[in-house]
């Protein structure tokens, strides 16, 4: 090993020893041999043993772990200590804004572990809440964040919803001679997109001149597919043929593997179509759009008429100033009213969450007169009172039953301890979906995707027991949780169990978050009448009444 590598170790072990609140002498002493051999003027490697101890400010300690990583390769210690560090926290240290000692903080006392999630805790202001972030720390931090991350190569869809419709505009616009149009992952709307797709008769050799006129990389070009990256990651894929099967390829491209193998088990394509709806009219089958071709099942079944933007009436979960949101109640219910709604829910966070300023009973009082003087003001819009409860680790709900009865609305979530196995999830979950205080269940299983997998649970358990409890399940509508996942909503609507799409919005910006939360419950054939934010003010007053008489 050279003296740089040698003293990268050194300085990397003093970083990961301050995260875990190691001796200050210690991690001083590494940090300070770091710099040392940084700068000495001969290789470490070409000294004997007793010129290596006596180099000032080496001693005896630094100079055993020298010669251990000349002669093993390794630094058994640090070895140790990045075993017993979460990865995440290890990524961290490569985000500029970023030392061990707020990592620390970001672990022990923000609960944070991964990259993913403490971008989460930026949009929502948590950071603002410990000694040393400030305002402009924390954007500074999600912003590295957000750069560090578009470098991965998997985005979320609402991440790179922008980019590829710009550059299918773009395709167009430069080639129109050619067809494009999109296709794969994106056009069926999956939650995490790995590569940007299209079908098009265009034929290699432009598309590669036109890439490389375009400073793009070229990964890859062959007569029946090209792919290309530019400066900000993103896989474009392109396939190529011809004007004559331009639409059958598009239907193929635009299904998942199940789907497809299921209809070209029972129909033939004919290889010539004008439109990619006539391959459904040639079958004589109603027109499946693409975010619906997932299963096989959907062929025999009667398509539903799938909830859109224009179906949502409400904003459902919302947080404002009091807890950890970025505008006050007001704000959010003018915001929600000028969007042509009809009511918001105000679902601040429960007082155990004090890394997110949960309200205390006091504060809930001064909060519910507010709210009462806005209803006044505001009319015919309305306020609802609500709270998104914690779910506690013995599954109860963050207070009495006296205060929990002062809330139109309870959303229960886990927000804590989140490294449960199973039994223990279900333990928690299903004792507070049978609280008769609970009305909708929030963000199932807390994962954030691309960063944390969430808890694992049993479904199925966790549908049939809202059933029995009428209580409603969220699907989170932030684009990093989109919980619960799509992929369950159809056993929810055999069992008759509501969903309420909820953007969880911390300011009022989070509104358009319901987007993405219609997109995957397209995918699951919700209609509005299986969506509680699609109630309309007297429908919801309805549901609320049901709500009550649980709680008697």
């Not at 390769?73 to 560090?85: E, H, M, N, P, S």
């Not at 609305?409 to 927000?415: G, L, T």
């Not at 691309?450 to 699907?475: F, M, Q, T, W």
């Not at 919980?483 to 609507?493: G, K, N, Q, V």
Request: with cysteine; aromatic share 10%.
């Amino acid at each position: 090993m050279d003296n740089y590598a040698i003293a990268d170790n050194f300085s990397l072990l003093a970083k990961v020893m301050d995260i875990h609140g190691e001796n200050s002498f210690k991690t001083k002493s590494y940090s300070s041999a770091a710099f040392t051999i940084e700068k000495l003027p001969v290789e470490l490697s070409s000294l004997p043993a007793d010129k290596i101890f006596g180099i000032k400010g080496i001693g005896e300690t630094i100079g055993k772990k020298i010669i251990e990583q000349m002669e093993t390769g390794r630094l058994a210690l640090l070895d140790d200590f990045i075993a017993k560090t979460p990865h995440g926290l290890m990524e961290m240290l490569a985000i500029k804004g970023i030392g061990p000692k707020k990592i620390a903080v970001i672990w022990k006392d923000l609960e944070v572990e991964s990259l993913g999630e403490l971008l989460y805790a930026c949009n929502e202001n948590r950071l603002l809440l410990y000694k040393g972030f400030g305002e402009k720390t924390q954007q500074n931090i999600k912003e590295a964040i957000e750069f560090y991350l578009s470098n991965q190569g998997s985005y979320l869809y609402a991440q790179i919803e922008k980019y590829a419709t710009e550059a299918d505009a773009k395709m167009k616009t430069a080639s129109p001679s050619f067809m494009f149009e999109l296709c794969g992952d994106f056009r069926r709307h999956l939650e995490i997109i790995e590569k940007v797709e299209w079908v098009t008769t265009a034929d290699p050799k432009t598309l590669r001149d036109f890439f490389t006129t375009n400073e793009y990389e070229v990964v890859s070009s062959a007569e029946t597919e090209s792919q290309f990256k530019g400066k900000e990651n993103v896989l474009l894929v392109f396939y190529h043929t011809t004007k004559e099967k331009f639409y059958q390829t598009l239907f193929e491209k635009s299904c998942a593997p199940e789907f497809l193998e299921a209809w070209v088990s029972k129909n033939n394509f004919n290889d010539t179509y004008n439109s990619e709806d006539a391959i459904f009219e040639n079958a004589n089958v109603k027109i499946i759009p693409p975010y619906l071709r997932e299963s096989k099942e959907i062929l025999t079944k009667q398509l539903p008429v799938v909830i859109q933007d224009n179906d949502i009436t409400a904003i459902i979960h919302s947080h404002s100033k009091w807890s950890d949101g970025a505008n006050t109640i007001e704000e959010m219910a003018v915001a929600a009213k000028e969007k042509g709604l009809q009511y918001l829910v105000i679902s601040d966070h429960s007082k155990t969450a004090f890394y997110a300023q949960g309200l205390t009973e006091d504060r809930l009082i001064a909060q519910h007169k507010e709210v009462d003087e806005l209803n006044k003001k505001l009319a015919p819009f309305k306020i609802f009172k609500s709270i998104e409860s914690d779910i506690l680790n013995d599954g109860n709900l963050d207070y009495t039953n006296e205060v929990l009865a002062t809330f139109a609305i309870v959303i229960a979530s886990v927000h804590s301890n989140l490294k449960m196995k199973e039994d223990k999830a279900m333990m928690r979950l299903i004792n507070a979906i049978e609280n008769p205080y609970t009305s909708i269940l929030g963000h199932p299983t807390g994962r954030l995707l691309l960063s944390r997998n969430g808890y694992p649970v049993d479904h199925k358990k966790i549908i049939d027991a809202c059933a029995a409890n009428n209580v409603v399940i969220e699907l989170n509508a932030h684009p990093k949780r989109l919980d619960i996942d799509w992929r369950w909503i159809h056993y929810c609507l055999e069992k008759n169990v509501l969903i309420s799409i909820d953007p969880d919005a911390h300011s009022i910006e989070g509104y358009h978050d319901i987007h993405y939360g219609v997109l995957a419950a397209q995918k699951a054939g919700v209609t509005k009448e299986n969506n509680l934010s699609s109630f309309s003010l007297e429908a919801f007053e309805a549901f609320l009444k049901v709500q009550q008489a649980k709680r008697k």
